[in-house]
């Protein structure tokens, strides 16, 4: 008697053979462009991730610990992030460079690729999404906020594709909403995702993205508890660990509002109730869309309240305008078609590759004394995000809430 093996598994191993083959090769592109665009010697964010996953191996002080080279700069992030970086601080700083980079590039294109509707990529045949998804991640690069990213080793586009890809799984996909709770133990910043949880009543998503948080803290009190201590009872309080507020790089309401008062005591209380009455707007305009099954658009326009009401808003924080910017296209084109679409695409796309807020002076508190006329390309992260949002709402009145997830029993 035959046996006959099923078709699609001669197809897994040549399958996992050409992701293998796709990683390697990105590896080999990623230490050839690091050795042309010199960026062996910089890439300063990664090196305080490595340098904290250095101090750990060698039983330091993970909060006193400076990285040396004339900029001091301190490890500002939860403990389970310098645990999460001790392979990093355990391998030659070329391997780590490369390892760490095509990280940063593979994440890029998942991001393409989960923002890109499964409409687009029904008009495509397998060889033109690879590349499509390749030409955008080339061309992502020019982007100020990616670019940023690659340039200084941040870890932006990692957190932002573990986020994306666990939120727009099927609400009953396993432990959704865990990967989301181990972002925010990596770097606080992400934590107001949660209040979208909340709104959209997915009690079970929210359950797993606490538990998440949890076994981060856990896993750092295990393993450096005087460190852990030390972290979530002050070094979460020390803003200034991060760097000057009015710096032009930190495109934020908090930043904004410095560059025009410094630190007047109208400041910290008019960053507060910005921050308040954003968020609520945030929170009713991506619940609408969560609501109409547009999960990656309601997720980009709560990545927003982050991105406004964080105290400090690195420019590379900004990589969140990818799945933003084709919501921003999809809603566009479903009011008024594909001409205003892809015009609008290409003017908020192009727009950030312009990289217009380091047009002005910027550094050693310059930006105080912008003239109004600086003050628009200096804050131009923040104007085109507004507008963005703007948009959003208006093209939301279109939208029909699906039935699924109204009717949809709360998770438990």
Not at 291 to 307: H, Q
Not at 391 to 397: E, G, Y
């Amino acid at each position: 008697m035959t046996v006959t093996t099923p078709a699609s598994s001669p197809t897994r191993p040549a399958g996992r053979r050409r992701v293998v083959i796709a990683i390697a090769g990105c590896a080999i592109l990623v230490a050839l462009g690091a050795w042309i665009g010199h960026l062996y010697g910089g890439m300063i964010d990664l090196r305080v991730y490595r340098m904290g996953g250095s101090v750990l191996l060698h039983g330091d002080s993970l909060y006193d610990a400076k990285l040396p080279g004339g900029s001091n700069l301190p490890f500002t992030y939860p403990p389970f992030a310098a645990i999460a970086m001790v392979p990093l601080g355990a391998v030659p700083w070329g391997v780590a460079l490369v390892v760490w980079t095509t990280i940063s590039v593979l994440c890029t294109t998942a991001l393409w690729r989960a923002s890109l509707t499964k409409t687009f990529w029904s008009f495509v045949t397998q060889r033109k999404r690879t590349a499509v998804l390749i030409a955008l991640t080339v061309l992502s690069l020019l982007l100020e906020p990616v670019w940023q990213t690659i340039q200084f080793g941040q870890i932006n586009l990692l957190l932002t594709a573990m986020i994306l890809l666990d939120l727009i799984r099927p609400n009953d996909a396993r432990l959704r909403g865990f990967w989301l709770g181990v972002t925010i133990g990596v770097k606080l910043t992400p934590l107001p995702i949660l209040a979208l949880l909340v709104v959209t009543k997915q009690w079970r998503a929210l359950r797993n993205a606490v538990l998440g948080l949890l076994a981060t803290m856990a896993i750092g009190f295990a393993i450096v508890p005087h460190q852990s201590w030390r972290y979530w009872t002050d070094v979460i309080l020390d803003a200034n660990r991060v760097g000057g507020l009015a710096y032009t790089g930190n495109q934020s309401f908090n930043g904004f509002l410095h560059r025009i008062g410094d630190e007047a005591s109208w400041v910290q209380p008019t960053w507060f109730v910005l921050s308040a009455v954003f968020g609520l707007a945030v929170l009713w305009l991506a619940r609408k869309y969560w609501l109409a099954d547009e999960r990656v658009t309601a997720i980009s326009v709560m990545a927003l309240a982050v991105l406004y009401a964080s105290p400090i808003s690195w420019s590379h924080h900004w990589v969140w305008i990818i799945p933003l910017g084709v919501s921003l296209i999809r809603g566009i084109n479903r009011v008024w078609g594909l001409n205003p679409a892809v015009v609008t695409g290409v003017l908020f796309y192009g727009l950030f590759v312009l990289r217009s807020i380091w047009w002005v002076p910027f550094r050693d508190d310059r930006e105080l004394d912008w003239t109004f006329w600086q003050s628009i390309p200096g804050n131009s992260h923040l104007i085109v995000g507004m507008i963005a949002f703007i948009l959003l709402a208006i093209t939301s009145r279109g939208l029909r809430q699906d039935e699924n997830s109204k009717s949809r029993p709360a998770q438990v």
